[in-house]
């Protein structure tokens, strides 16, 4: 990296915020995972239309990508997706939001990825838990126009951070009384302060915890099964896919989270992506990253 753009994970979290919020997203190295790039590389994703939206969020205008393939089957389901990024950081652009929309609106399943305000400085949840929500919100009452689907049919999922994000606004719709999504993905969720020993004790120096805290915005904050939906009651979430690595310290997040919909009666599937780490999404050379895209793709085409 140059002296003006350091390898922010190499930094200590404190310093990582204070360059993300004084410089903005760093620019992907990667000279390939621009979207001609990936059209290039995957010619079935030619015929996948982009549209540029803003979503009016309590946190302000927040930008989203409509993405949908009219020239293939509509699967009768939709997705709004979260990418992920530590609360701190993620874009649209990234693989994990971009290519996976793309991939999945080639499958027929029209997307809406969406962003929200990171975690930095004086910002906390649930600022963007409440934008997540605000994007949720206006799929659903734009959801024919946009999507092609009634709200009912529409789906919430997201990545790491984004999973955490999705599960949690799930969670906050069901407490308020609200209609919940068809079903939920959560791919290698963040859903514990520390997601490699969920219903413990987090290490507070553990890089788990320091990004559980800067999240939560306060020790008290991390206990709050909103901001961490795996403290919280499963009870009355709708369907669900919880993808997980083989490889990922995360990996016992996302495993316990769905053994516990299951013990509830509730309607679970876990995937695991075999010799795969946490983001491989976000990789689209990673060979496992198809297989797991794929079979997002045909759980919620079963879905419906």
């Not at 413990?200 to 120096?205: K, V």
């Not at 800067?214 to 939906?229: I, K, L, Q, W, Y």
């Not at 050379?285 to 895209?293: E, F, K, N, Q, V």
Request: overall charge negative; aromatic content about 6%; hydrophobic content about 40%.
């Amino acid at each position: 990296m140059t002296d003006t753009q350091p390898d922010l994970r190499a930094l200590p979290l404190p310093d990582a915020i204070a360059w993300l919020r004084d410089h903005g997203e760093p620019a992907d190295p990667r000279p390939d995972i621009d979207t001609a790039s990936l059209l290039r590389r995957f010619p079935h994703l030619a015929n996948v239309r982009t549209r540029d939206l803003v979503v009016e969020a309590p946190s302000g205008p927040q930008p989203a990508r409509l993405y949908r393939d009219d020239t293939v089957e509509h699967a009768g389901a939709a997705l709004v997706w979260v990418h992920g990024g530590a609360f701190i950081g993620g874009y649209l652009e990234m693989p994990e939001s971009n290519w996976v929309a793309l991939e999945l609106a080639a499958r027929g399943i029209p997307v809406l990825a969406v962003d929200y305000v990171k975690c930095l400085g004086d910002v906390h949840f649930p600022a963007p838990s409440d934008d997540v929500l605000a994007a949720w919100r206006y799929a659903g009452t734009n959801s024919a126009e946009l999507l092609g689907v009634e709200p009912a049919a529409l789906v919430l999922g997201g990545a790491s951070a984004g999973g955490n994000l999705a599960a949690g606004a799930v969670a906050r719709l069901r407490d308020a009384g609200e209609s919940l999504p068809g079903g939920l993905v959560l791919g290698y969720p963040a859903l514990d302060p520390d997601g490699a020993h969920p219903g413990g004790i987090p290490d507070p120096e553990s890089p788990y915890a320091k990004l559980s805290l800067n999240f939560a915005g306060s020790p008290e904050g991390m206990h709050n099964p909103h901001a961490f939906p795996g403290l919280g009651s499963v009870g009355g979430f709708p369907p669900t896919l919880v993808v997980v690595c083989e490889h990922d310290s995360l990996r016992p997040s996302g495993e316990a989270f769905a053994t516990r919909l299951a013990a509830a009666g509730l309607d679970a599937t876990l995937y695991v992506e075999p010799d795969a780490d946490h983001g491989h999404i976000n990789e689209p050379s990673d060979p496992g990253a198809a297989r797991t895209l794929a079979a997002i793709g045909d759980w919620i085409g079963r879905s419906r």
